[in-house]
């Protein structure tokens, strides 16, 4: 059984402000890229099929940004009995709980890192240091769940 907390310890992991500040930030760009698509003035002997056509790009500008801040929205770590599957920007990598040899904020980094066997790293996005306390009190979860599972022997029939 997993460390006990008040909560599931195997809860995904997902961040507060960035996700919330990427959510709205793209439903303002679907917005204001659709407005100005919409409502920009046409100049007197301009080519309506050209017109047209620099309307849809402005649009769609608006769509691929929304696109790319919805899935920073969607990062997120899910712990499991075997290991954790971090979904970050433009990456998942799954990893097993034996690889795991630390949990922490290097340096200045803006979200946790795993430090893993064969001196690779690993950012988890999910917990960013820009969430404060909430930060501190996941990135001490993810590490409970890391010793658990290296005191359990890696917990590969647990669950």
Do not use: K
């Not at 017109?51 to 769509?63: D, E, K, S």
């Not at 980094?109 to 999910?126: F, G, K, N, Q």
């Amino acid at each position: 059984t997993p460390p006990a907390e008040r909560r599931d310890p195997y809860a995904t992991f997902r961040p507060v402000r960035g996700a919330w500040v990427a959510r709205l930030s793209a439903v303002a760009s679907v917005v204001v890229f659709g407005m100005v698509a919409i409502f920009s003035p046409m100049p007197l002997g301009s080519d309506p099929a050209l017109m047209v056509l620099n309307r849809v790009a402005v649009a769609l500008i608006g769509v691929v940004m929304a696109a790319f801040l919805w899935r920073y929205a969607r990062i997120r770590a899910v712990p499991g009995p075997r290991g954790l599957r971090v979904v970050n920007l433009f990456s998942t990598t799954e990893v097993e709980w034996a690889q795991v040899l630390r949990v922490g904020f290097s340096g200045g980094a803006s979200w946790a890192v795993l430090e893993l066997t064969e001196t690779e790293e690993l950012a988890v996005m999910a917990i960013q240091r820009a969430d404060g306390e909430h930060a501190r009190r996941e990135a001490s979860r993810l590490a409970a769940l890391v010793g658990h599972h290296h005191r359990t022997g890696g917990g590969g029939d647990a669950g």
